[in-house]
Every structure is written in structure tokens, then in C-alpha cells.
């Protein structure tokens, strides 16, 4: 059902990759609901995954780019004002990649090289891309700004290694540029924490399925699915958010919340008796 909450709403998505991708649940949603916008990625993410298919979907324009390239996001920016015939009201950021957790290196072995990469791909990024916007005034006031975060930028998980210091980083960013963009342009940034999904990056981490069935256990409302997600980032790509800034959001069916839950005790204790 749509509601036409992003009628006459212009934007850019970066990150879509294939219809596994919550980037793409979020195109497909923010299309259904009324609004026109881009999509980009690198070039080498454009070449493996599916976005064509979404691009035609959505009637978007394609935009390739690497999100760490300065002079790349600002073509980004002013083609998408062109393609768009005005400046943007909304902005996606969900893009995350680590060399380290591909290649199983424990937290205390990285290979700074990969760190460095992890930290610019995954979390300053998302510095440039909107310093960039700002620079060149590329969105439109009372707009907003959504990266998709996870709980690891505040908890430990095991394996999640790097990346979790990229979220904190990414939702520092969020902070930091949302007192400045909020108070010079009414922009809102925000950052979504979402429950770990399959996506084609996250199925590809050891261990991805015991993690979803222990959120699941523990989750009141249980996992939020990529879907759903994209519902929640549409109510904050929407005016109905307009004082809503600064924040990170646990969009994790309650697991943020919680200690222990019953469904969680009695596998655990069932683990107990078959030793």
C-alpha cells in the first residue's frame, strides 16, 4: 500500500547492489511512494550486481562512482540535480566493506592496510559525500540524510571485527554533521541501526546464520527484515520526521533492548544437556 509520503521528493541511493541489498528494498519503497531519484555505486559493484534491473524498475539513472573519490561524488551530486531538475530532498548511505572480515583476521591481527580501507569505505564516506552535498548546497532545505548503521558500533560481536569501528565512526559523523547541517539548512541526518540481515555482503560472513537465529531468539518482535527497513527509512526520508536529527535508531525488532530471553535461556540450556 502506498501513501505517497515522498510525492514530489527527489533523492540519491547509494549502495544498491542486487535484490538482496536493504539499499534496493529502500529504492523500490521510495519509488512506490512517489519519489524520483538516482541510484550510484562503483563501477566494479555495477559490473557483478543486478542494478540495471532496479534502475529500469524505478526509472532512476544510473550514476556510477566511488563513494571515497571527492571530484566522483560531486558528478554524482550535480548530475543528479540535472537528471532531477532541482536539488534533493533525501540521501542514502549504505555502503560497508572490510578486507579484514572477508578475510577471517582476528581484531588483534589486522592488516592496517585493510583498516584504513575498511574505515574509508565503510564510515568516511559518508564525511565526504555530505560535506560535498553541503559545499555545493545540493539539498534542499528540511531535507534528510539516512546511513544504515548496526549494534556492533556499540556492543562487542564476535567477528564483526573492523566494521565495528566503522559504525561508531559512522554514527559520530551523523552527530557531528547533523548539528551543523541542522542548524545552517534544516537538514536531518540520521543513522539506522538495522538487525543483521542476509544481504549478498552479510551472507558471505562466517557465522551470519547462528547470529540471525540468536537475534531472532532474543528479539521480542524478532529480526526486522530488509523490507521493513525500508519502510522505517521511508517515515525518515518523509516530512513526517522533520525534528528528528542526531539520532541512531535501533530498528532490531527490540534485541537492543534485551539481556536474555526466554527462547534464548531454553536453547541454551538445551545446548547444556547435550554435553
Known sequence: MSYNLLKGKKGIIFGALDEKSIAWNIALKAYEEGAVFTLSNTPLA???????????????????????????????????????????????????????????????????????????ISAMSFHKMIQVAKKLDAINDWGSIVALSYIAAQRTLYRYNDMADAKAMLE????????????????????ISQSPTRTTAGSGVKGIDA?????????????????????????????????????????????????????????????????
Open 211 to 275: 547470529l540471525i537465529d540468536f537475534t531472532e531468539r532474543m528479539s521480542p518482535l524478532g529480526n526486522a527484515t530488509a523490507q521493513e527497513c525500508a519502510d522505517f527509512c521511508i517515515v525518515l526520508f518523509s516530512d513526517l520526521s522533520r525534528k528528528i536529527t542526531m539520532q541512531n535508531i535501533f530498528h532490531d525488532g527490540g534485541f537492543s533492548g534485551m539481556g536474555m530471553s526466554l527462547k534464548a535461556m531454553t536453547q541454551y540450556k538445551k545446548s547444556l544437556e547435550d554435553e
Open 172 to 191: 559520530s559523523i551523523a552527530r557531528s554533521f547533523g548539528y551543523i547541517y541542522g542548524r545552517e539548512k534544516n537538514v536531518r541526518i540520521n543513522t
Open 46 to 120: 555495477l559490473r557483478f550486481g543486478t542494478v540495471t534491473e532496479l534502475s529500469e524498475k524505478c526509472r532512476a539513472e544510473i550514476i556510477p562512482a566511488d563513494a571515497t573519490n571527492v571530484n566522483e561524488l560531486e558528478n554524482v551530486f550535480l548530475r543528479s540535480i540535472e537528471v532531477m531538475g532541482g536539488k534533493i530532498d533525501f540521501l542514502l548511505h549504505s555502503i560497508g566493506m572490510s578486507m579484514n572480515v572477508r578475510k577471517s583476521r582476528e581484531y588483534d591481527d589486522l592488516d592496517y592496510n585493510f583498516y584504513s580501507k575498511t574505515m574509508d
